[in-house]
């Protein structure tokens, strides 16, 4: 029976600097059998579903056309929210049967199988263009596999932490997935630790508990694996996050706040989740309104618009969206990352808490943590990748990030990888790339945003807003 030659494994929200000895050392120990690279960087911005389908294209958000975990369609005149699959179904159908602008590389495969116990939405992200098989509590497809998939396992009810169900993924791999269906490629999503982190924040037992916990059963996979699978040693596994996480500084009621904005629905139109807005409206007056509006509030970050030299958007003090990678035929007239800072917030809990906080967009996953915004904190993740395809006890200090995971794997199936944004993993250079900073400046305010540049390509370190 053939094993599958690439199993991903999605830790959600696992911060590259929550790794240690102490919280993941299963994570650790694989990353002493292959290859750590330590400077991984998510993409802005780093909303799950987001990052999902750069994961899954190996390219930037303006060339998958996902441009927010909510978006306003402009086809269907309503905001639309990516958590729920029925409702990515209504915006493809909008857009000409096109959910994403780019294949995954599961169609350049040929199929595979992707097990997910996170969002319908990312789940079916994963599967953009329907090529795999996919194994989700509600969003399977095609739909008639899964009673097979129920009888082989009960799907538990989500958690706090959400471990029942990570655990079900995993052992579904193990009990089904793997021996039945033999995938060339195998996807596994995991909900933890970024679940737990949106309630309780990067800090505290219940995270811990998230984060240990979710090591734990990735060892007692990998464990498993090696126990039941002769084929194991032909087997690259890559093991990665999709974005970081930082504690919420405060809870922004957008929809108040911008009550007081005349024109809403007419002029312009907001779409917003968590640690970032996305603003769209015809004329450039309306927009420079939006921009004034905006810099007045404490919890406005930087800001991003279409257009313009390369560097400035085309609105006055703001930097182009195709800088962050957040340009193209489907992105916002202006995209708002909220405000982030350093270090800790005054009265915070300390004790074995992660540096970084940031405001969030009010709404119902909770007041500990949040992502989706351009501090390092959010864009710094992790990947560790072993089999027989990686060095063992190679650390990686050239720049990667989520656009490299479809070139990585497309190349292990022997497949091209051109015009993609990403590099493969195995082809990593020793070149640690070169940062450069590029500011805006006007009335006042500084906006700065940072990138690790290499062989062409670019790896997002933050962007921030100052008052100059
Ligand atoms: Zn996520």
Known sequence: MPSPRVIAIQFDGLRADALSEQSTPNLLAAAE??????????????????????????????????????????????????????????????????????????????????????SSGSAWLWNAGRAARLIHPVAAYPDEGRETIEEVREIPAAGEPDLPRCAWALDLALDYVI??????????????PDSTQHHQGAAG????????????????????????????????LLLFSDHGVVT???????????????????NWQVAHSEGAALFYAQSEKTLLELVAFLRTKDWAGPLFSQGGSGVEG?????????????????????????????????????????????YSSANNKGSGGTHGSCS????????????????????????????????????????????????????????TGEERVYRVESKGFAQTLSRTEVDGRFYLNFARLEKA
Not at 249 to 257: K, R, S, T, Y
Not at 337 to 349: A, H, I, K, R, V
Request: with cysteine.
């Open 33 to 118: 059998r292959g290859a750590w690279f330590r400077n991984h960087r998510s993409t802005f911005p780093t909303s799950t579903r987001v990052c999902v389908s750069s994961l899954a294209t190996g390219v930037y958000p303006e060339k998958h056309g996902l441009p927010g975990n909510s978006l306003y369609s402009r086809e269907l005149g309503r905001t639309i929210t990516t958590g729920r699959h029925e409702n990515l179904l209504a915006w493809e159908r909008a857009m000409g049967g096109r959910l994403l602008l780019r294949d995954t590389f599961f169609e350049a495969v040929g199929g595979g199988v992707i097990i997910s116990a996170a």
């Open 179 to 192: 021996p039945k269906l033999a995938p060339a490629v195998l996807v596994i999503h995991l909900s933890e």
């Open 205 to 236: 037992a219940v995270h811990r508990q998230a984060l240990e916990g979710v090591d734990r059963l990735f060892g007692a996979f990998w464990e498993r694996f090696q126990r039941e699978r002769d084929d194991w040693p032909q087997t690259n």
């Open 248 to 266: 919420i500084a405060g809870m922004v009621d957008l929809e108040a706040e911008l009550a007081d904005l005349p024109g809403r629905g007419e």
């Open 314 to 358: 085309s609105l006055l003090g703001t930097m182009s969206l195709g800088l962050a990678g957040c340009g193209g035929p489907r992105a916002p007239d202006l995209l708002m990352g909220f405000q982030w800072g350093d270090g800790f917030l005054p009265g915070e809990n300390r004790a074995g808490a992660l540096p970084g906080w940031g």
């Open 376 to 431: 390092p904190y959010e864009l710094r993740n992790f990947m560790i990748a072993c089999g027989p395809a990686f060095p063992a006890g190679a650390r990686v200090d050239a720049p990667t990030g989520n656009i490299d995971l479809a070139p990585t794997i497309l190349s292990l199936m022997g497949q091209e990888t051109s015009g993609l944004d990403g590099e493969t993993l195995t082809n990593f250079s020793k070149e």
